[in-house]
């Protein structure tokens, strides 16, 4: 017969029965095979349930310490993403920015103005536990955010979920990664709205987005009634967003940054703002460089993209605001603008004729449309 078969590496053996000592008090041992080899660990309590309980306690935080069973097949996904997010952290690759970019897809919004309806990681699949994970399970979430046109979150949450679930199988919590088995994301339908159409909407968009800021009503938002007046920066933002930049993009532009007497009016994207949590200063800083290595970039301005910084411009003179930073669009205090703070309004102004608009939506068209001139 061969001989014992070996214990699995980070397992305990069976802990021996306490035993009462000479000093009255109650002493109890385990073994614990590392892949180093095994050895002792024992515990005194005053009466046999106490040094149970001890060596117990001291099991579980052994096993912690050496990262044994962090994940299991009992951890929640909302924790299982919580250990992705301290990884991230401490990776040199992801930038502050990048982290949050995840954060903000996996947690709700302790913001109060924010919707907390709004689909997360957390309140839409947080609870399930690794085990019941499944491919089919995973699957039919992110087919239910497709099918309410949610189609870049579904993209999202699927990345995430690849990262979080690959941390499980290193864990040993499971043995393949189910995001691998779900579905892929089909392209679009030849009846959505292609390029062209985008285009031949981006007037009638722009349109609507100064009649929100004149305080008239638009499909599924209300006119202005009460309270401070709507802030017409945003008809400004938006034009530059249509001018092939990201929002964060356009907070962080700076005004050396700009040439408006050029032959072609251009902007130099250098950089983009990132949120700064747990740094005890908050809020936002500028990051003195765009979100990707493609990110430097010279943009040609389209005329109305043009036109909305000579505004933007005309009235930092006028109202004579506080800029130390020196951006086009600061906030009233003088601090960097927040860019969530605009998706509210931007998600007024659009209304339900428009609700199909990102900021994204009409940046390619409008950027070849400028580029093909100064050929």
Request: charged share 25%; with cysteine.
């Given at each position: ?17 306490p035993k009462k000592q000479k000093n009255g008090r109650w002493r109890t041992t ?54 992705l997010i301290t990884e991230l952290e401490a990776d040199d690759a992801y930038t ?15 913001d109060k103005r924010a919707d907390p309806k709004t689909i997360k990681i957390e ?253």
């Amino acid at each position: 017969m061969g001989g014992r078969i070996p214990k699995p590496v980070g397992t305990f053996g069976v802990p021996t029965k306490p035993k009462k000592q000479k000093n009255g008090r109650w002493r109890t041992t385990v073994r614990f095979y590392g892949a180093a080899g095994s050895h002792q660990i024992e515990r005194l309590g005053l009466s046999a349930d106490d040094a149970a309980n001890r060596l117990a306690e001291a099991m579980r935080d052994y096993r912690e310490q050496l990262g044994y069973q962090r994940i299991t097949r009992s951890t929640k996904l909302i924790e299982l993403a919580a250990e992705l997010i301290t990884e991230l952290e401490a990776d040199d690759a992801y930038t502050a920015g990048n982290v949050e970019d995840y954060r903000r897809e996996i947690y709700v919004s302790s913001d109060k103005r924010a919707d907390p309806k709004t689909i997360k990681i957390e309140n839409s699949i947080g609870n399930l536990q690794v085990w019941q994970a499944t491919a089919g399970e995973l699957d039919r979430h992110l087919e239910r955010l497709v099918a309410m046109g949610l189609r870049r979150k579904a993209k999202q949450h699927k990345i995430i979920l690849q990262a979080m679930m690959q941390i499980a199988v290193r864990h040993g919590a499971v043995e393949t990664n189910p995001v691998d088995g779900v579905s892929s994301f089909t392209r679009r339908s030849t009846r959505a709205r292609g390029k062209a159409g985008d285009q031949d909407a981006l007037p009638g968009f722009r349109a609507q987005v100064r009649a929100w800021a004149s305080g008239e009503a638009v499909p599924g938002t209300p006119a202005y009634t009460s309270g401070p007046p709507r802030d017409w920066s945003v008809v400004w933002v938006t034009d530059l967003i249509c001018g092939t930049l990201r929002p964060h993009e356009v907070f962080a532009v700076l005004l050396e940054e700009i040439d408006l007497d050029a032959t072609i009016p251009y902007v130099d994207v250098t950089g983009t703002l990132v949120e700064v949590k747990g740094s005890g200063t908050g809020g936002w800083m500028r990051q003195p460089f765009p979100k990707s290595a493609n990110g430097w970039r010279r943009i040609l301005l389209p005329e109305h993209s043009a036109q909305a910084c000579r505004e933007a411009l005309k009235d930092l003179e006028v109202t004579g605001q506080p800029n130390p930073h020196g951006v086009l669009f600061p906030a009233r205090n003088g601090s960097l603008r927040n860019p969530n703070n605009f998706g509210r309004s931007w998600r007024a102004a659009r209304g339900e004729n428009y609700s199909w608009v990102t900021p994204r939506t009409f940046r390619r068209g409008v950027g070849t449309a400028v580029v093909q001139p100064g050929h």
